[in-house]
Protein backbone atom coordinates (compact mmCIF):
# COMPACT_ATOMS: atom_id res chain seq x y z
CA UNK A 1 0.00 0.00 0.00
CA UNK A 2 1.45 3.65 -1.09
CA UNK A 3 2.23 6.46 1.85
CA UNK A 4 -0.87 8.21 -0.58
CA UNK A 5 -3.48 5.83 -0.51
CA UNK A 6 -3.16 5.03 2.88
CA UNK A 7 -2.91 8.49 4.83
CA UNK A 8 -6.24 9.25 2.56
CA UNK A 9 -8.02 5.48 3.34
CA UNK A 10 -7.66 6.65 7.46
CA UNK A 11 -10.21 9.21 7.50
CA UNK A 12 -12.85 7.57 10.40
CA UNK A 13 -15.69 9.77 9.82
CA UNK A 14 -16.91 9.44 13.84
CA UNK A 15 -20.05 11.26 14.22
CA UNK A 16 -19.96 12.50 17.59
CA UNK A 17 -17.37 14.81 15.98
CA UNK A 18 -19.12 15.34 12.50
CA UNK A 19 -22.37 16.30 15.10
CA UNK A 20 -20.01 18.47 17.45
CA UNK A 21 -18.59 20.45 14.56
CA UNK A 22 -21.78 21.08 12.44
CA UNK A 23 -23.41 22.43 15.80
CA UNK A 24 -20.20 24.88 16.74
CA UNK A 25 -21.19 26.11 12.64
CA UNK A 26 -25.05 26.25 12.85
CA UNK A 27 -24.65 27.95 16.42
CA UNK A 28 -22.19 30.67 14.89
CA UNK A 29 -24.32 31.23 12.07
CA UNK A 30 -26.98 32.14 14.36
CA UNK A 31 -25.36 33.66 17.08
CA UNK A 32 -23.68 36.20 13.81
CA UNK A 33 -26.96 36.70 12.17
CA UNK A 34 -25.42 34.65 8.87
CA UNK A 35 -23.07 37.36 8.20
CA UNK A 36 -19.32 36.38 6.11
CA UNK A 37 -16.81 38.34 7.26
CA UNK A 38 -13.48 37.36 8.10
CA UNK A 39 -14.22 36.99 11.58
CA UNK A 40 -16.20 34.05 10.11
CA UNK A 41 -13.49 32.55 7.85
CA UNK A 42 -11.04 32.08 10.83
CA UNK A 43 -13.52 30.65 13.34
CA UNK A 44 -14.06 28.23 10.42
CA UNK A 45 -10.47 27.93 10.28
CA UNK A 46 -10.83 26.89 13.78
CA UNK A 47 -13.71 24.24 13.48
CA UNK A 48 -12.25 22.19 10.16
CA UNK A 49 -8.79 21.89 12.23
CA UNK A 50 -10.97 20.72 15.10
CA UNK A 51 -12.04 18.51 12.69
CA UNK A 52 -8.52 17.80 10.55
CA UNK A 53 -7.08 16.63 14.71
CA UNK A 54 -9.62 14.64 14.99
CA UNK A 55 -10.73 12.43 12.25
CA UNK A 56 -7.88 12.65 9.84
CA UNK A 57 -4.96 10.39 9.75
CA UNK A 58 -3.66 12.42 12.71
CA UNK A 59 -6.02 10.86 15.07
CA UNK A 60 -5.74 7.36 13.82
CA UNK A 61 -1.64 7.22 13.90
CA UNK A 62 -1.69 9.29 17.17
CA UNK A 63 -3.81 6.71 19.06
CA UNK A 64 -2.01 3.52 17.60
CA UNK A 65 1.45 4.05 16.11
CA UNK A 66 3.16 7.02 17.03
CA UNK A 67 3.32 9.54 20.38
CA UNK A 68 5.05 12.60 17.95
CA UNK A 69 1.63 12.26 15.95
CA UNK A 70 -0.24 12.27 19.16
CA UNK A 71 1.25 15.68 20.40
CA UNK A 72 0.06 16.83 16.79
CA UNK A 73 -3.12 16.44 17.64
CA UNK A 74 -2.46 18.40 21.06
CA UNK A 75 -1.09 21.17 19.94
CA UNK A 76 -3.67 21.88 16.93
CA UNK A 77 -6.43 21.11 19.92
CA UNK A 78 -4.36 23.96 22.28
CA UNK A 79 -2.96 26.24 20.43
CA UNK A 80 -4.34 26.62 16.86
CA UNK A 81 -8.46 25.40 17.46
CA UNK A 82 -9.36 27.33 20.25
CA UNK A 83 -7.37 30.71 19.54
CA UNK A 84 -8.84 31.02 15.76
CA UNK A 85 -12.74 30.34 17.57
CA UNK A 86 -11.82 33.16 19.54
CA UNK A 87 -10.16 35.15 17.23
CA UNK A 88 -13.12 34.46 14.55
CA UNK A 89 -16.17 34.86 17.02
CA UNK A 90 -17.61 38.58 16.74
CA UNK A 91 -17.37 41.01 19.98
CA UNK A 92 -21.02 41.31 20.26
CA UNK A 93 -21.53 37.69 20.44
CA UNK A 94 -19.03 37.23 23.48
CA UNK A 95 -20.81 40.66 25.13
CA UNK A 96 -24.34 39.11 24.76
CA UNK A 97 -23.00 35.64 26.67
CA UNK A 98 -21.76 37.82 29.03
CA UNK A 99 -24.99 39.40 29.56
CA UNK A 100 -26.28 36.30 31.25
CA UNK A 101 -25.56 36.90 34.82
CA UNK A 102 -24.23 33.21 35.31
CA UNK A 103 -21.85 33.45 32.38
CA UNK A 104 -20.56 36.76 33.87
CA UNK A 105 -20.05 35.20 37.24
CA UNK A 106 -17.88 32.12 35.39
CA UNK A 107 -16.02 34.58 33.33
CA UNK A 108 -15.11 36.77 36.30
CA UNK A 109 -13.52 33.31 38.30
CA UNK A 110 -12.01 31.80 35.30
CA UNK A 111 -10.28 35.08 34.09
CA UNK A 112 -8.32 35.82 37.39
CA UNK A 113 -4.73 35.77 35.67
CA UNK A 114 -3.07 33.20 37.57
CA UNK A 115 -5.88 31.21 37.92
CA UNK A 116 -6.28 31.14 34.08
CA UNK A 117 -3.05 30.16 33.46
CA UNK A 118 -2.35 27.56 36.15
CA UNK A 119 -5.73 25.83 34.83
CA UNK A 120 -4.08 26.20 30.62
CA UNK A 121 -0.64 24.74 31.99
CA UNK A 122 -1.21 22.35 34.58
CA UNK A 123 -4.10 20.47 32.17
CA UNK A 124 -1.44 19.92 29.46
CA UNK A 125 1.14 18.58 31.97
CA UNK A 126 -1.27 16.39 33.96
CA UNK A 127 -2.84 15.11 30.84
CA UNK A 128 0.81 14.03 29.99
CA UNK A 129 1.30 11.49 32.95
CA UNK A 130 1.98 8.33 31.65
CA UNK A 131 -0.26 6.92 33.90
CA UNK A 132 -2.65 9.17 32.49
CA UNK A 133 -1.69 9.41 28.64
CA UNK A 134 -1.63 5.40 28.72
CA UNK A 135 -5.21 5.03 30.26
CA UNK A 136 -6.71 7.55 28.20
CA UNK A 137 -5.32 5.66 24.67
CA UNK A 138 -6.86 2.52 25.77
CA UNK A 139 -10.20 3.97 26.93
CA UNK A 140 -12.43 6.32 23.80
CA UNK A 141 -14.59 7.53 26.55
CA UNK A 142 -11.57 9.09 29.04
CA UNK A 143 -9.97 9.88 25.66
CA UNK A 144 -13.00 12.03 24.74
CA UNK A 145 -12.89 13.32 28.00
CA UNK A 146 -9.36 14.39 27.66
CA UNK A 147 -9.86 16.23 24.81
CA UNK A 148 -12.46 18.41 26.32
CA UNK A 149 -10.03 19.32 28.94
CA UNK A 150 -7.87 20.27 26.66
CA UNK A 151 -10.22 22.36 24.24
CA UNK A 152 -12.09 24.28 27.61
CA UNK A 153 -8.64 24.44 29.92
CA UNK A 154 -7.11 26.12 26.50
CA UNK A 155 -10.49 28.51 26.05
CA UNK A 156 -9.76 29.94 29.98
CA UNK A 157 -5.67 30.27 29.37
CA UNK A 158 -6.24 32.18 25.92
CA UNK A 159 -9.40 34.22 26.87
CA UNK A 160 -7.23 37.13 28.84
CA UNK A 161 -5.02 37.40 25.59
CA UNK A 162 -7.16 37.64 22.41
CA UNK A 163 -10.38 38.25 23.66
CA UNK A 164 -12.27 40.81 21.35
CA UNK A 165 -13.43 42.58 24.49
CA UNK A 166 -10.68 45.20 25.81
CA UNK A 167 -12.04 45.26 29.07
CA UNK A 168 -11.27 41.60 29.45
CA UNK A 169 -8.03 41.25 28.33
CA UNK A 170 -5.13 41.76 30.43
CA UNK A 171 -2.78 44.42 30.50
CA UNK A 172 0.58 44.18 28.07
CA UNK A 173 3.15 43.97 30.74
CA UNK A 174 0.83 41.51 32.17
CA UNK A 175 -0.01 39.44 29.05
CA UNK A 176 4.27 39.36 27.99
CA UNK A 177 4.67 37.62 31.58
CA UNK A 178 2.00 35.36 31.45
CA UNK A 179 2.82 34.41 27.76
CA UNK A 180 7.09 34.07 28.53
CA UNK A 181 6.03 31.86 31.51
CA UNK A 182 3.83 29.92 29.85
CA UNK A 183 6.63 29.63 26.98
CA UNK A 184 9.22 28.12 30.22
CA UNK A 185 5.97 25.48 31.26
CA UNK A 186 5.35 24.51 27.64
CA UNK A 187 9.62 24.13 27.03
CA UNK A 188 10.23 22.33 30.41
CA UNK A 189 7.08 19.59 29.09
CA UNK A 190 9.24 19.56 25.97
CA UNK A 191 12.39 18.93 27.11
CA UNK A 192 11.25 16.28 29.69
CA UNK A 193 9.28 14.51 26.38
CA UNK A 194 11.92 14.60 24.92
CA UNK A 195 14.29 12.93 26.94
CA UNK A 196 12.17 10.69 28.65
CA UNK A 197 12.91 6.66 27.72
CA UNK A 198 10.10 5.41 25.34
CA UNK A 199 9.00 2.45 27.50
CA UNK A 200 7.48 5.36 29.85
CA UNK A 201 4.26 5.55 27.45
CA UNK A 202 3.56 1.69 27.53
CA UNK A 203 0.92 2.98 24.78
CA UNK A 204 3.53 2.60 22.17
CA UNK A 205 5.14 -0.23 22.99
CA UNK A 206 3.30 -3.03 21.10
CA UNK A 207 1.27 -1.58 18.76
CA UNK A 208 -1.44 -3.39 16.84
CA UNK A 209 -0.82 -2.67 13.53
CA UNK A 210 -4.69 -3.03 12.68
CA UNK A 211 -3.56 -0.95 9.45
CA UNK A 212 -0.19 -2.59 8.17
CA UNK A 213 2.10 0.18 8.03
CA UNK A 214 3.98 -0.25 10.72
CA UNK A 215 6.66 -1.38 8.39
CA UNK A 216 6.43 1.99 6.29
CA UNK A 217 6.73 3.75 9.57
CA UNK A 218 9.64 1.59 10.65
CA UNK A 219 11.38 1.42 7.33
CA UNK A 220 10.76 3.85 5.55
CA UNK A 221 9.77 6.88 7.63
CA UNK A 222 13.21 5.71 10.22
CA UNK A 223 10.75 6.53 13.06
CA UNK A 224 11.54 3.87 15.75
CA UNK A 225 10.22 4.19 18.82
CA UNK A 226 13.00 6.50 20.60
CA UNK A 227 13.26 8.38 17.13
CA UNK A 228 9.09 9.05 17.89
CA UNK A 229 9.54 9.72 21.72
CA UNK A 230 12.20 12.34 20.79
CA UNK A 231 9.92 13.97 17.87
CA UNK A 232 7.17 13.81 20.15
CA UNK A 233 9.08 16.26 22.36
CA UNK A 234 10.56 18.10 20.16
CA UNK A 235 7.19 19.03 18.73
CA UNK A 236 5.86 20.14 21.89
CA UNK A 237 8.93 21.86 22.67
CA UNK A 238 9.87 24.00 19.38
CA UNK A 239 6.64 24.39 17.23
CA UNK A 240 4.08 24.25 20.84
CA UNK A 241 6.99 27.48 21.80
CA UNK A 242 6.36 29.17 19.05
CA UNK A 243 2.25 29.67 19.12
CA UNK A 244 3.69 31.90 22.46
CA UNK A 245 6.09 33.70 20.48
CA UNK A 246 3.78 35.09 18.20
CA UNK A 247 1.14 35.79 20.55
CA UNK A 248 3.80 37.41 22.70
CA UNK A 249 5.28 39.50 19.27
CA UNK A 250 1.20 40.47 19.38
CA UNK A 251 1.16 42.03 22.48
CA UNK A 252 4.61 43.62 22.17
CA UNK A 253 2.98 45.08 19.47
CA UNK A 254 -0.52 46.43 20.92
CA UNK A 255 1.79 47.52 23.80
CA UNK A 256 3.39 49.70 21.65
CA UNK A 257 0.50 50.72 19.63
CA UNK A 258 -0.96 51.79 23.08
CA UNK A 259 2.05 53.93 23.82
CA UNK A 260 2.21 55.75 20.59
CA UNK A 261 0.07 58.20 21.33
CA UNK A 262 1.69 59.18 24.68
CA UNK A 263 4.62 59.24 22.27
CA UNK A 264 3.15 61.53 20.00
CA UNK A 265 1.72 64.19 22.20
CA UNK A 266 4.93 64.28 24.15
CA UNK A 267 6.96 65.36 20.90
CA UNK A 268 3.86 67.77 19.96
CA UNK A 269 4.54 69.40 23.22
CA UNK A 270 8.10 69.76 22.69
CA UNK A 271 8.14 70.82 19.10
CA UNK A 272 5.02 73.28 20.31
CA UNK A 273 7.66 75.04 23.18
CA UNK A 274 9.75 76.48 21.18
CA UNK A 275 7.00 78.46 18.75
CA UNK A 276 5.61 79.39 22.63
CA UNK A 277 8.89 80.97 24.17
CA UNK A 278 9.18 82.77 20.34
CA UNK A 279 5.76 84.27 20.61
CA UNK A 280 6.61 85.00 24.23
CA UNK A 281 9.80 87.34 23.34
CA UNK A 282 7.73 88.82 20.22
CA UNK A 283 4.87 90.36 22.79
Not at 85 to 111: H, N, Q, Y
Amino acid sequence: MSNGIWLLSTWDLQPSVVIGCLLLLAVYVQATGRRITAKAGVFLAGVLALGIALLSVIDVLGDSYLFSVHMIQHLILVDVVIPLMILGTPSDVFKRVLAWPTAAKVEKVLSKTWLAWMIGVLTLWVWHLPVLYDAAVANENLHVIEHLFFLVSAAVFWWPILSPLEEHRISPLSAFLYLMTGVVANSLLGILLTYTPPNVYTAYQNPVDVLGVLTIIRDQWHLTRLADQQLGGLIMWIPGGLVYLLAILNTVSRWYAEEEPDLQAIKAELSAAPMESSRARTS
